[in-house]
Nanobody
Framework: QVQLMESGGGLVQGGWSLRLSCAAS????????MGWYRQNPGKQRERVAV???????NYADSVKGRFTISRDNGKNTVYLQMNNLKPEDTAVYYC??????????????WGQGSQVTVSS
């Protein structure tokens, strides 16, 4: 069984910063890409940032220059540093990871979600 445990959400004012963390635990052979998505009620979940095992990152246009994704492969953990937060960043943020089995099959896992609320 694999779990992704998130931490770091909260309520902040516009312009402030938050850092999200997500640690994968359980029966893990290897992890491919890791990332963060976000979702608001009634809207589709959107990709915020994804990072490869080698550290290559890709960001949504709306967060480029403000958010930074990173990972610690030794700790099976991915981070999202969010700076200069805006009210439109308010959402539930979900950690995501693609795990690979010993036989080469891949599976996607999600964290439980962390509420980020940015007041104006």
């Amino acid at each position: 069984q694999v779990q992704l445990m998130e931490s770091g959400g909260g309520l902040v004012q516009g312009g402030w910063s938050l850092r999200l963390s997500c640690a994968a635990s359980g029966s893990i052979f290897s992890i491919n890409d890791m990332g963060w998505y976000r979702q608001n009620p009634g809207k589709q979940r959107e990709r915020v940032a994804v990072i490869t095992t080698d550290g290559i990152a890709n960001y949504a246009d709306s967060v480029k220059g403000r958010f930074t994704i990173s990972r610690d492969n030794g700790k099976n953990t991915v981070y999202l540093q969010m700076n200069n937060l805006k009210p439109e960043d308010t959402a539930v943020y979900y950690c995501w990871a693609q795990l690979r089995t010993e036989r080469g099959r891949t599976y996607a896992y999600w964290g439980q979600g962390s509420q980020v609320t940015v007041s104006s």
